[in-house]
């Protein structure tokens, strides 16, 4: 519909609630609420209409308004056991007058009973820096009466690590409507990786929001989502429904996502076990009073397409050889990154230390060659104090052991 006609035909629009599900609790722990215009014959969405950047933001409040109040209405009047989550517009808390106006409102509700400290407001990330600081500064005052703060579809290619920082956000919301159309973009699983880290350090917690399969719900788990919510788990409705609605659905989902894991982590413990094995023994054939690149010529001939490459560094990350790549059922000399140091890299340090430590070797994360783009996992040994093997699986390998792809 058009944004005026909207506007007039204002008392038609009303709040919708989506339930919010827990991981740990498997129940309702909240609503978000949702405008819905109803006419005779459908029900339509208004999310068009605050996206919508030719509505005026004085449109967008009134809008915002008008819904926040029947919502808060009808959760006072149902005594809802559970917080509630109010998208707001920036209007609201980076113009004095209107954030002003906001928090007065709120003290009115909390006057009628509503505890803040269940109020949640969703806030949409912002990219104007100058409205980010008035952002930050509200939100750290709203803080005080015991509000809780969301940053709303963090997980978009928009993402600003820095900006979400600012706003120390109590849940970071991340919409999974994305991996519709990025269901296999690295770039993306990135993203959402970061988020996790990031909100660690910052002490939030994930919301996954646009859950729409099994496949949606188990990557929300498997990426440290603590809160869920989308249409395979609730659809928005007039009504709240039964805090315990889906425990036992939420049970028997998380146990399957459970046994998928630990199949998993106990196919990369395997292999690092078999590895060990088998390395520890072609390591004690090695003469390292002798040309190290003779050696290794002769160890690889131990290995088959399991491994794509194999170097040898030194603990402070120089390459002692050249890189031994098979191709084409044969193994074939790279000598341009030799002498190469590659201590930069992510854990190498660490890594060194662990192997030297623990005198054992250690299978990588999985992660995107820099060279080939594909994902690998990389089985690092000790060869002595000063000597550490690399040895690269081959994409093809772990396509074909699927356990070890995640």
């Not at 920036?90 to 928090?103: H, M, R």
């Not at 919301?173 to 699983?189: E, G, H, R, T």
């Not at 630990?262 to 002798?290: D, G, P, V, W």
Request: glycine share 4%; hydrophobic share 35%; proline share 2%.
């Amino acid at each position: 519909m058009d944004p005026l006609d909207i506007m007039l035909d204002m008392e038609r629009v009303k709040p919708y609630y989506q339930p919010v599900f827990s991981a740990d609790s498997h129940e309702v722990v909240g609503y978000q609420v949702l405008g819905y215009l109803e006419t005779e014959r459908k029900r339509e969405s208004i999310r068009a209409f605050f996206q919508n950047q030719n509505v005026p933001d004085d449109f967008k409040v009134d809008m915002d308004r008008h819904i926040h109040r029947r919502a808060l209405d009808i959760y006072l009047k149902h005594n809802v056991d559970a917080s509630i989550f109010l998208i707001v517009h920036q209007s609201y808390l980076t113009k004095t007058e209107e954030e002003k106006d906001f928090v007065q409102e709120l003290i009115s509700y909390q006057e009628k009973g509503l505890d803040l400290s269940k109020v949640i407001l969703e806030i949409v990330e912002q990219e104007s820096v100058e409205e980010m600081d008035n952002l930050s500064n509200s939100l750290k005052y709203l803080k005080t009466f015991g509000v809780k703060i969301a940053i709303n579809d963090a997980g978009r290619g928009s993402s600003n690590m820095d900006r979400i920082s600012t706003l120390e956000p109590d849940i970071i919301k991340i919409n999974l409507a994305s991996l519709l159309d990025q269901s296999l973009s690295v770039n993306y699983q990135h993203t959402i990786y970061s988020l996790s880290i990031l909100a660690r350090r910052v002490g939030a917690e994930l919301l996954f929001d646009g859950i729409e399969s099994n496949y949606h719900f188990h990557y929300a788990w498997r990426n440290n989502g603590r809160y869920y919510q989308g249409p395979f788990l609730s659809t928005p409705s007039e009504a709240f429904i039964r805090r315990d609605l889906l425990k036992t659905r939420f049970r028997k989902d998380i146990q399957q996502f459970i046994y998928i894991e630990r199949s998993k982590i106990n196919a990369k413990y395997q292999l690092t076990e078999t590895l060990n094995e088998k390395l520890q023994q072609n390591i004690k054939m090695l003469s390292l009073e002798k040309n190290l690149e003779e050696e290794i010529d002769r160890f690889i001939t131990n290995w088959d397409e399991m491994f794509f490459r194999i170097y040898v560094t030194d603990a402070d990350g120089f390459q002692k050889t050249a890189n031994y790549i098979y191709t084409k059922d044969a193994w074939r000399q790279d000598l341009t990154v030799k002498g190469k140091n590659w201590s930069w890299r992510p854990y190498f340090i660490e890594n060194v230390i662990r192997m030297n430590h623990d005198q054992t070797g250690i299978l990588s994360d999985i992660y995107n060659d820099i060279e080939t783009g594909e994902r690998i996992r990389t089985f690092s040994y000790p060869i002595d104090e000063n000597l550490y093997v690399f040895m690269d699986i081959s994409p093809m390998y772990l396509d074909e052991h699927e356990d070890l792809l995640w």
